[in-house]
């Protein structure tokens, strides 16, 4: 059985301060959507293991996956496998497998900061990468990645198989009104198609706006039935224009 719903949390004071932009949730955003799973909730913590306890068993219990961002690394900081582990009430072991490729490639050269990025909550199975000798891990529904965004999205491809369903679809239309005057046109029209999101995005306010209308559906035929009602509420508006000038 594949998730349909997921929520993403990032986990970093780097991100809350300004220091880092983030990126991995927009990387989700884009691969669930590619893979027909909505996101539903993006959620940005401290590193405060009360904290991160607090939201992620608020999230687990909501929705049905939740990948977390940022805080397995050697640091201090880096705290939520110890978070996980206190979320699912389990200890948190070094795994032996992590531990072997360790002393295979530095030998007998394992710091304490080595071993901590080893540590996994019991019973999680690793998340491997090409691009990290360090595993995430995964445990119930939730995935525990890495915040460096290029570990992230290897790890993130090599659980693509747990989210993989029907693609969402997506259409947009240029606008050159301003929202105002096809807000109320919009509204009925989206109540009309349920099945379809329909959102409108401006680009370029004053006295030449420019905007785009976005249709997503996992049904094609009804995202192109709502798309034709919105172009023709939006060709009447325009004749209504120039009929008044």
Not at 52 to 76: F, K
Not at 110 to 118: K, L
Not at 130 to 142: F, R, T, Y
């Amino acid at each position: 059985m594949t998730h349909q719903t997921l929520a993403v949390l990032v986990i970093g004071n780097e991100v809350l301060s300004g220091r880092t932009r983030e990126a991995n949730a927009w990387l989700v955003a884009q691969k669930m959507f590619e893979h027909g799973c909505h996101l539903s909730e993006v959620v940005v913590v401290p590193d405060v293991q009360a904290e991160i306890v607090q939201s992620l068993n608020r999230l687990r219990h909501r929705h049905d996956a939740v990948i977390t961002s940022g805080g397995i690394g050697p640091t201090h900081d880096d705290i939520t496998m110890d978070a996980v582990a206190e979320a699912f009430d389990v200890p948190l072991l070094e795994h032996a497998e992590t531990m072997a490729k360790l002393h295979e490639h530095f030998g007998d050269d394992i710091n304490p900061g080595r071993r901590r990025m080893a540590r996994l909550p019991q019973d999680a199975i690793p998340i491997l990468c090409a691009e990290s000798m360090m595993p995430g891990a995964h445990i119930g529904n939730v995935y525990i990645l890495a915040g460096v965004p290029y570990i992230f999205a290897s790890q993130l491809a090599s659980v693509m198989d747990d989210f993989a369903g029907e693609p969402f679809l997506r259409e947009e239309i240029e606008v050159l009104i301003p929202e105002s005057i096809f807000a109320r046109g919009l509204a009925e029209i989206q109540a009309q198609h349920q099945h379809v999101e329909i959102g409108s995005y401006p680009g370029r306010c004053g006295l030449s706006p420019t905007g785009k209308i976005c249709f997503s559906s996992k049904n094609l035929a009804q995202l192109k039935a709502a798309k034709l009602d919105v172009l023709a509420m939006l060709e009447k508006l325009k004749q209504d224009l120039c009929n008044d000038n």
